[in-house]
């Protein structure tokens, strides 16, 4: 087992920009990929595989993935495995291999110090990590020791770089007339008028960073952009939950 060292959330922010500066650097020859702002994971993958900073990867429903358990990292073969349910859901499928990356950028060195057998004949020690589908909330401070938070939180910055994040949400303000009227710049409640602004910004943003719905609303509360006491807890971000607010208005995400 690794054991976390901290890290600061602008030391994992760097880590982001810097691979995402290598990955725009290795494609720019490739008129056809624009890697500005949304990321293709499968390319992030291809990319880390040819500079030989991973062995392999897999689309697979085995090594125990599922529903539940979207993602995996070997560290002693340095092997990256994603849920092959998730080709039909982009985002949801960048989210998870950008997760699986930061294991690799930041975690795998701590296992080439912690995790040798013996010093005199060094072999390393079998380990892997196995990631949930439940997204960890990375605005809450207390883990950030945690490697999954860290993991998640590194994602979060490399998909959905802050100061780009936040031009695009401030862009579709004004693109849809919406003024913060005293309860921050995107407020929810069960008004219809409310839930139709936070589908329509949430939506360009996911189009935009081709990222899933939850984690475009984590980013957001991390960035301070919505008012945490007034947003749709994530308790009733699910699709039963939420379903009986808003099936009526946007009956194609059920």
């Given amino acids: 087992m690794i054991k976390p ?9 760097m880590s982001a920009f810097q691979l995402r500066s290598q990955l725009k650097e290795y494609y720019k020859s490739d008129i056809f990929l624009d890697f500005e702002d949304g990321i293709d994971g499968e390319k992030l993958l291809e990319f880390l595989l040819h500079t030989d900073q991973i062995t392999d990867f897999d689309y697979t429903y085995k090594e125990g993935l599922s529903e539940k358990f979207l993602g995996k ?6 092997v990256i495995y994603i849920y092959n349910g998730l080709k039909e859901k982009k985002g ?23 995790c040798l057998d013996d010093e005199d004949d060094p072999q390393l020690l079998p380990f892997s990590l196995t990631s949930s589908s439940e997204l960890v909330d990375c ?11 860290q993991a998640n939180y590194f994602a979060s910055c490399f998909l959905m770089p802050a100061e780009r994040f936040k031009s695009a949400f401030f862009y579709c303000l004004k693109q849809f007339g919406i003024k913060n009227r005293g309860f921050g710049f995107l407020y929810v409640d069960k008004q219809k008028c409310n839930i139709d602004n ?9 189009n935009r960073f081709k990222t899933s ?17 007034c947003i749709i807890p994530r308790s009733d971000f699910d699709n039963r939950s ?7 208005k946007y009956p194609e995400i059920f």
Avoid at 5 to 13: H, M
Avoid at 101 to 114: C, F, N, R, S
Wanted: glycine share 2%; hydrophobic share 40%; aromatic share 12%.
């Fill in 213 to 229: 719905r939850e984690a475009t609303f984590v980013r957001l509360k991390q960035l301070e952009l919505v008012d945490k006491n």
């Fill in 92 to 114: 949801r499928e960048n989210f998870t291999i950008a997760h699986e990356v930061g294991h690799l950028i930041l975690h795998y060195p701590l296992y080439l110090t912690q």
């Fill in 198 to 206: 936070f589908f329509r910004v949430t939506d360009s943003l996911m």
């Fill in 139 to 149: 605005t809450n401070n207390r883990h950030d020791s945690s490697l999954e938070w």
């Fill in 5 to 13: 060292s901290f890290l600061s959330k602008p030391s994992i922010e």
């Fill in 73 to 78: 990292f070997d560290f002693v073969n340095k």
């Fill in 242 to 248: 939420i379903e009986r607010i808003i099936r009526s």
